[in-house]
């Protein structure tokens, strides 16, 4: 995405869609994902509710990646704390698309994972399905979208 806008993109984002992604297998709601800025670096903390009831929550930092300024090129780790100085873990977290203000597409570029965001719970259809169709000219396999039902109106 050009002209990427760290500081609009911070804040809370709720998960509308995603790919199936290892990680969030124990999640029956929704993921929430917030993005504040620490001293130079993007802090990420997600938050799910398990079908146990049990809030899982996992903090991680991002930077914007140095080969492509400007745009929304984001690493993002969540290895141990001690081993985040290695880069091991670093993870291609690509923003493709925002309004900053009601969604937002994050994707890896090798097209295993993307996500659908909104600023708020719930999502309208239509606009879920213009965020979809987006997907889908960029070539991801829409037909394996998870969605929060519970999340569309």
């Not at 509710?49 to 929550?57: N, S």
């Amino acid at each position: 995405m050009p002209n990427f806008n760290i500081s609009s993109y911070l804040g809370t984002w709720y998960e509308i869609a995603r790919m199936p992604i290892d990680y969030e297998e124990d999640c029956s709601k929704a993921i929430s994902v917030a993005y504040t800025m620490k001293k130079n670096t993007i802090v990420v903390k997600t938050q799910c509710t398990t079908a146990e009831h049990k809030v899982d929550t996992n903090e991680g930092i991002a930077y914007l990646s140095s080969k492509a300024k400007g745009t929304g090129q984001l690493k993002v780790n969540f290895a141990s704390k001690w081993l985040r100085w290695t880069k091991y873990g670093n993870t291609d977290y690509w923003v493709l698309n925002t309004d900053y203000t009601s969604f937002a597409i994050v994707g890896s570029p090798d097209h295993q994972y993307v996500w659908i965001f909104s600023r708020t719970p719930n999502m309208d259809v239509k606009q879920l399905q213009t965020q979809v169709n987006f997907l889908q000219n960029l070539g991801y396999d829409i037909s394996t979208l998870i969605y929060n039902k519970s999340s569309i109106e």
